[in-house]
Nanobody, 126 residues
């Protein structure tokens, strides 16, 4: 079982940057793929980025390509989401999610992940 804790959210002006962290418990974190999702008020949770268990396979939503970067350090049981060139439409609660996956596997649908963090709020002012 894995427990996830996000941090790093905050209030930032348009064009600014944040580094979101997802810290995981558990000795088998290196066997889990991780995804970042976000949910704005009144909207469904949407995929942002995902990384395979070794970090060798990455995937991004079209809306964040070139602006967001996902990375991980399995020795530190942590996944990061670097968010740059933020826009007001990026405002949402950001969640990390994890689930056991084979080598290279990643998924982009929320129901494919079992473990979720509590979320961290990102607010971008115009």
């Amino acid at each position: 079982q894995v427990q996830l804790v996000e941090s790093g959210g905050g209030l930032v002006q348009a064009g600014g940057s944040l580094r979101l962290s997802c810290a995981a418990s558990g000795r088998t974190f290196s066997t889990y793929a991780v995804g970042w999702f976000r949910q704005a008020p009144g909207k469904e949770r949407e995929f942002v980025a995902a990384i395979s268990r070794s970090g060798g396979n990455l995937r991004y939503a079209d809306s964040v390509k070139g602006r967001f970067t996902i990375s991980r350090d399995n020795a530190k049981n942590t996944v990061w989401l670097q968010v740059n060139s933020l826009k007001p439409e990026d405002t949402a609660v950001y969640y990390c999610a994890a689930d056991y996956r084979g080598i290279g596997e990643i998924f982009t649908i929320p129901t494919q992940y079992t473990y979720w963090g509590q979320g961290t709020q990102v607010t971008v002012s115009s």
